[in-house]
């Protein structure tokens, strides 16, 4: 074994023997430019690789100084980085941890394997692209069959929300590489389903989407919980009333979600922060599928309505499918643990920033199987059709090491995203008032 290493080493040197780090020489190397990993025991300097990491350099560095070993890494690729391994003396992971839990899950990842529950079933997401693509040209017969008016309008604009609510959950299926055995043609056909079916970038969807399934539930880590000064959640609630912040009427948050929270999500924000993604990003053949999108659903319904009606059921179809969107989203995650980083190993993480709503056929489609949030992300690369299956080891995991398997009514899971912003903003008024 080599002696303890020194900050700044470089790549250890074949047949070397490995210096030795110890997690107070490891945690400082966790600042932009100076990114070390622990995969395994090892010790890797990522500093440079990180900007090459297929899922960006903020996804990778939000593990800075970590163990990293239950994340989804080519090892292949960081063996030239290799710098060293932990010290005898010191745990495998650094901060809050439970061995036996680390030991126990890996051991269900690999018993998971063994059940052959990553393996997808062609039919099933075949028939969710056929069911997507029906609706679709049945939205537009209803309109050339039925005429324009008020009736046969409503009627096509909740289809094509349908359509569009389910295309993101088959392009979410398609980002986390669920669908193919092959890497290269989940995102071909990702690019489609985003692109030309929905009118996004799935490169900007990967990029804010894997930072939400790396750290969820940690401030500036997670975009979906990163919404101040709009709305406060969690322990950010008592730092804004101590700090006496007042941007907004927060008591109030809990009414005011419903004008600008789901109405709005994907028709203004997403909309904004897709664009800007892809301009910044150079994602011109994006852009391009985008753009095909948005040619077949104007050239489809301005023969019918004109151009202003043509954008007033685009609107329309956006702000609908923004509140499926939200409400299905957040249900699982906004009730729960919501604070700064806790530097916990991988399956507490998940199952703190997490829980499940009661399973139905209806609902398992209805929310695109997201109602199984707890097996989606401790295994988020299981095709969506075996959560069912994979339900009951996660279960009997939590209960042997005590931690909390969460199952809610579905209407109950809805609920409860109101009664937590509420009771964020009573904490951030009283401690706005009285601390």
């Not at 020194?6 to 400082?28: D, S, V």
């Not at 929310?367 to 994979?390: A, D, K």
Request: proline residues 6%.
């Amino acid at each position: 074994m080599g002696g303890v290493g020194e900050p700044g080493r470089g790549p250890a040197q074949p047949g070397a023997p490995l210096p030795t780090f110890r997690w107070e020489q490891i945690r400082p190397h966790n600042l932009p430019g100076d990114k070390w990993l622990v995969i395994e025991r090892r010790v890797y300097d990522i500093s440079r690789w990180a900007q090459r990491h297929p899922g960006g350099s903020r996804l990778i560095g939000h593990h800075g100084a970590e163990d990293a070993t239950d994340l989804s890494f080519v090892c292949k690729f960081l063996q030239p980085l290799l710098i060293g391994e932990l010290a005898p003396e010191e745990p495998s992971q650094d901060g809050p941890q439970n061995a036996q839990l680390v030991e126990d899950f890996r051991a269900l990842r690999q018993a998971v394997k063994d059940m052959k529950l990553f393996e997808a079933k062609p039919a099933f997401f075949a028939l969710l692209l056929g069911h997507i693509l029906a609706m679709e040209v049945l939205a537009w017969l209803t309109i050339y069959l039925l005429g324009p008016g008020w009736v046969p309008s409503t009627v096509a604009a909740l289809i094509l929300v349908i359509s569009q609510a389910q295309s993101w959950y088959l392009q979410h299926d398609l980002g986390h590489t669920s669908v193919f055995r092959k890497s290269q043609w989940n995102h071909v056909a990702q690019q489609f389903v985003m692109g030309q079916l929905k009118g996004f970038s799935a490169h900007w969807w990967n990029f804010r989407h894997f930072r939400h399934h790396a750290k969820p539930n940690i401030f500036h880590k997670d975009p979906d919980v990163t919404v101040a000064p709009v709305f406060l959640l969690g322990e950010l609630s008592i730092e804004y009333g101590k700090k006496k912040r007042r941007y907004l009427p927060y008591n109030r948050q809990h009414l005011y979600f419903f004008l600008i929270g789901p109405p709005l999500l994907v028709l203004v924000n997403f909309e904004v922060e897709n664009l800007a993604y892809v301009l910044m990003y150079m994602r011109w053949t994006d852009l391009l599928w985008a753009a095909s999108f948005y040619a077949r659903f104007f050239l489809s319904y301005i023969p019918f309505y004109g151009v202003p009606g043509a954008l007033l059921l685009f609107v329309a179809v956006r702000v609908l499918e923004s509140h499926w969107f939200v409400w299905i989203t957040q249900m699982n995650h906004i009730p729960k643990e919501i604070g700064h980083e806790k530097h916990r190993d991988w399956a507490s993480s998940q199952l703190a920033a997490t829980c499940n709503v009661e399973h139905s056929l209806f609902i398992d489609w209805f929310s695109g199987h997201l109602n199984f949030q707890i097996e989606h992300h401790l295994f988020p690369t299981m095709p969506r059709h075996n959560y069912h299956r994979v339900a009951p080891l996660v279960k009997a995991l939590c209960t042997k090491h005590g931690l909390s398997y969460e199952v809610k009514p579905f209407l109950t899971a809805l609920v409860d995203i109101i009664r937590s912003l509420k009771k964020s903003g009573d904490i951030w008024l009283e401690a706005y008032l009285h601390q």
